[in-house]
């Protein structure tokens, strides 16, 4: 089937520094992909869609100058979490779709801010 | 809008016994409902979706689901839990499927852990 990574799967970064999350669809092309947000014990939420070569659609109170996504290729997709602070300790997840059919999703990268 | 409610946040079974896992749903539109597994450490699995075909859907690894209009329910069912079926759940809904032919953002329940004794 369908294979998404995430690269890394695990960070830990100091307050105040940025980190990028990469999303890699391996065997597809994904004209989109989105990327999730998971607290514990609460669903995924969705952050942002983003598109291949052109600006990401961010969802409602989703700060798009913190989160910044950039599409740069059918089978990648990186997050970039821009001066990290202890709130943003979370579980990022992709989904790349393939054609019009299925979201394949990442194993997920968790962030820790100390 | 688009919501879906998991009823449970936890159910234990035994080995061998039926699982239930419940999910109610609203939807404006035709929804188009997903079932998707997370186990541990590892990235989400779709089980089966639900796109206005069959009302009675079934998935990967003996489970399945029947689409309710009426209650407007979607409930994951198996008829006999395997050791290997301890993981977390989630009932999701499409929320742009029908209008622009793409899956879309998917809106995701809390989740349900499944804990399958011995």
């Known amino acids: 089937g369908a294979v998404v990574s995430q690269h890394p799967s695990r960070v830990i970064c100091k307050s105040g520094t940025s980190v990028k999350i990469e999303c890699r669809s391996l065997d597809f092309q994904a004209t989109t992909m989105f990327w999730y947000r998971q607290f514990p014990k609460q669903s995924l939420m969705l952050m942002a869609t983003?598109?291949?070569?052109?600006?990401?659609?961010?969802e409602q109170g989703v700060e798009k100058d913190k989160f910044l996504i950039n599409h740069a290729s059918l089978t990648l997709s990186t997050l970039t979490v821009t001066s990290a602070h202890p709130e943003d300790s979370s579980f990022y997840i992709c989904?790349?779709?393939?054609?019009?059919?299925?979201?394949?999703f990442g194993p997920g990268t968790r962030l820790l801010v100390l | 809008a688009q919501s879906v409610t998991q009823l449970d946040s936890h159910v234990s079974v035994s080995e061998g016994t039926p699982v239930l896992l419940r999910c109610n749903y609203s939807s404006s539109y035709s929804p188009s409902l997903f079932w998707y597994v997370q186990h541990p450490n590892k990235g989400l699995q779709l089980l089966l979706k639900?796109?206005?075909?069959?009302?009675l859907v079934k998935g990967i690894n003996g489970f399945e689901a029947e689409f309710k209009k009426s209650e407007t329910s979607f409930h994951l069912t198996k008829p006999s839990a395997h050791m290997s079926d301890a993981a977390e759940y989630f009932c999701v809904v499409s929320d742009l499927m029908g209008l622009i032919g793409s899956q879309g953002n998917l809106i995701f329940g809390k989740g349900t852990k499944l804990s399958v004794k011995p």
């Open positions: 983003s598109n291949e070569g052109s600006k990401a659609t961010y």
């Open positions: 989904s790349a779709e393939r054609g019009k059919e299925t979201q394949y």
């Open positions: 639900y796109t206005s075909a069959a009302t």
